[in-house]
């Protein structure tokens, strides 16, 4: 028992010494200390000559030593071995490629090719160490051998990969779509894939191609699987009215006939301002559904359409609308979409405080989960900052915070607390809240209270009665309420009496995004410039070049000026909030294939 015990512990310490060895000759490979690694490989591959990962990281360290001859005795050792593996014939062979023995390689390359009729199952390991060495031509014919050998295996993945590593754009298509046709791999794999190679440009040649290739298919067989595949490339191209005719076939050809998807064209349409193939969307929606809940969303979607441009008449028939909808739904726990979206109408479109603080608090003691109050809660707290019930509007904010610690919304309403705090002119507040949200998980809440806090402090310190701050948060407030043009004006006294002074540059951009609001683009970008021009090293300078890049390609189609707008916060303002959707913006309009 006890000469047992003792070859046990033996064992134990021998293990325990030759991992420790093996984590340091790794670390000492991954760092490029290739003279340290070695030694350490050489012992381990001496004390375990059957672990292959230790062999290949001993040749790998040769041949980064340019020892090829000690790598190459190594792999014929191995090779002579019984239980040889075929890849190794060709490591021999990249081996010779190494020291330009071309030749020798080809030769190797050949010898493991060969392999592959034989035995197909060895077709994947040998494609897959050509690919290793980006011997692509190679691993091709690897792969290509192994399914003529044996029809049952597919290796149109991999393919795929090299086929688009090679720039053979058609056959890569190709091979993806063979994997969908054989149902060997996801749609949503294959589209990430295939999503490196197209871009938003429909006349881009890999677009046209990857169209071609889908309609051909489609007219030799009636799969709805095309429809999803152009609808993704239309998508991809910002064509939502083409998606949504493959959408329509979808749904129409579909045994569930889920509206989902037809659901999310809608929404993305609408966040691509492309109203209206959004309308129409939703409009096919609410006439293909018995399913209260779409029919609602979409009803409501179509509301927030209609009032993107109205007037008198036109609100007074959305105000029926909406009485229309209350009937017909009620005051429910699971339609709180419409009695806040109703509530918010009646605040900010027709200046009816009372009737929509009296829905939502009517609402308010329906049964609901804490989450149901908190979103009803938020909705009734910006109405009471518009009424300016500030007081009343803190209270409900803090109750969402008390009842939901930590949580996204718990957070906003914080943000809100603090923006609320300086409409009602308490900067200290305002201050002491905005420094944890500084730290915030939400990027977007993060960054918003980032900006009124500096705005708050940089102003606060130079002007101690803080006047032209609390012009501004009156300006703020007014522009909340959708008086903007009253905010305009307001800010207008800013920038005549405290010229020069910090909060200038604040002022000439809330102005300039208003002046957008109210589609004087002119008088807008004007505002950008100025603060290029005379405050281009302070913290806004970055806010002001991406709006005027927007102005440049959203409303003046002039590419090249937002592209210089664009390139401006790449190259100097890389750790402004914008940067990463600059970036996307420029490679955009270069052209460049999106990732």
């Given at each position: 028992m006890k000469l047992f015990l003792s070859l046990f512990i033996f064992l134990c310490v021998q293990w325990s010494s030759a991992q420790e060895n093996y984590v340091l000759a790794k670390q000492y490979l991954i760092d490029g200390d290739f003279d340290k690694a070695v030694v350490y490989f050489e012992k381990l591959v001496k004390q375990n000559p059957y672990r292959s990962d230790y062999s290949e990281d001993l040749i790998t360290?040769?041949?980064?030593?340019?020892?090829?001859?000690?790598?190459?005795?190594?792999?014929?050792?191995?090779?002579?071995?019984?239980?040889?593996?075929?890849?190794?014939?060709?490591?021999?062979?990249?081996?010779?490629?190494?020291?330009?023995?071309?030749?020798?390689?080809?030769?190797?390359?050949?010898?493991?090719?060969?392999?592959?009729?034989k035995n197909p199952n060895f077709a994947y390991s040998i494609?897959?160490?050509?690919?290793?060495?980006?011997?692509?031509?190679?691993?091709?014919?690897a792969f290509l051998s192994?399914?003529?050998a044996s029809p049952e295996l597919d290796f149109n993945f991999p393919l795929a990969k090299i086929y688009g590593e090679q720039g053979k754009i058609e056959e890569m298509y190709l091979a993806f779509i063979n994997l969908l046709k054989n149902g060997s791999t996801s749609m949503s794999s294959v589209l990430r894939n295939i999503d490196d190679f197209v871009t938003e440009d429909s006349q881009a040649e890999n677009n046209i191609l990857f169209k071609k290739l889908l309609l051909k298919n489609a007219q030799r067989d009636p799969d709805i699987l095309w429809n999803q595949l152009l609808s993704w490339l239309f998508v991809r191209q910002l064509q939502y009215r083409s998606a949504f005719t493959q959408e329509k076939a979808i749904y129409k050809r579909s045994e569930d006939?889920?509206?989902?998807?037809?659901?999310?064209?809608?929404?993305?349409?609408l966040t691509h301002k492309d109203y209206e193939t959004a309308d129409a969307i939703?409009?096919?929606?609410?006439?293909?559904?018995?399913?209260?809940?779409?029919?609602?969303?979409?009803?409501?979607?179509?509301?927030?359409?209609?009032?993107?441009?109205?007037?008198?008449k036109k609100l007074d028939e959305l105000e029926a609308l909406f009485e229309k909808m209350i009937a017909e739904y009620g005051f429910k726990s699971n339609t709180l979409q419409l009695q806040i979206a109703y509530a918010n109408f009646l605040i900010f479109q027709k200046n009816n405080p009372e009737k929509a603080i009296s829905i939502l608090k009517e609402s308010l003691e329906l049964p609901l989960n804490t989450y149901g109050k908190a979103y009803l809660k938020m909705a009734l707290g910006d109405i009471l900052v518009y009424d300016q019930k500030f007081n009343q509007a803190l209270i409900y904010f803090s109750q969402i915070q008390q009842d939901l610690k930590n949580d996204v919304l718990a957070q906003n309403a914080r943000f809100k607390v603090a923006?609320?705090?300086?409409?009602?002119?308490?900067?200290?507040?305002?201050?002491?809240?905005l420094k944890v949200l500084r730290s915030s998980t939400s990027q977007l809440i993060a960054n918003d209270a980032m900006q009124l806090s500096l705005l708050i402090s940089d102003n606060s310190l130079e002007d101690s009665t803080q006047t032209a701050l609390k012009i501004y948060a009156k300006a703020d407030l007014l522009a909340y309420q959708k008086k903007n043009k009253e905010a305009i004006a307001t800010l207008d006294l800013i920038l005549k009496d405290h010229k020069g002074e910090k909060i200038e540059d604040e002022a000439l951009l809330k102005q300039g995004q208003l002046l957008e609001q109210m589609n004087d683009f002119d008088t807008a970008k004007f505002n950008y410039q100025k603060i290029?021009?005379?405050?281009?090293?302070?913290?806004?300078?970055?806010?002001?070049?991406?709006?005027?890049?927007?102005?440049?390609?959203?409303?003046?189609?002039?590419?090249?000026?937002?592209?210089?707008?664009?390139?401006?916060?790449?190259?100097?303002?890389?750790?402004?909030?914008?940067?990463?959707?600059?970036?996307?913006?420029?490679?955009?309009?270069?052209?460049?294939?999106?990732?």
């Open positions: 360290c040769y041949q980064q030593l340019e020892q090829y001859a000690d790598a190459e005795r190594i792999l014929i050792s191995r090779l002579e071995s019984k239980k040889s593996h075929p890849v190794l014939i060709v490591d021999l062979g990249y081996n010779y490629t190494l020291q330009k023995e071309d030749s020798k390689a080809t030769e190797m390359y050949e010898q493991a090719l060969a392999v592959i009729p494609g897959s160490r050509f690919q290793k060495y980006t011997l692509l031509d190679y691993s091709e014919k192994g399914m003529e006939s889920s509206l989902s998807r037809i659901q999310d064209l809608g929404k993305l349409a939703f409009d096919f929606i609410i006439s293909n559904t018995s399913n209260s809940e779409y029919k609602l969303d979409a009803q409501l979607n179509r509301i927030a359409i209609q009032l993107l441009e109205t007037d008198d923006q609320t705090s300086f409409y009602k002119g308490d900067f200290e507040w305002a201050l002491t809240q290029i021009e005379f405050y281009g090293t302070d913290i806004l300078a970055d806010d002001a070049y991406f709006a005027i890049a927007q102005l440049y390609e959203n409303n003046f189609n002039d590419m090249e000026k937002a592209k210089e707008s664009y390139e401006k916060i790449i190259y100097n303002y890389q750790d402004s909030y914008y940067f990463p959707q600059a970036r996307k913006n420029y490679r955009r309009l270069r052209g460049d294939a999106m990732e």
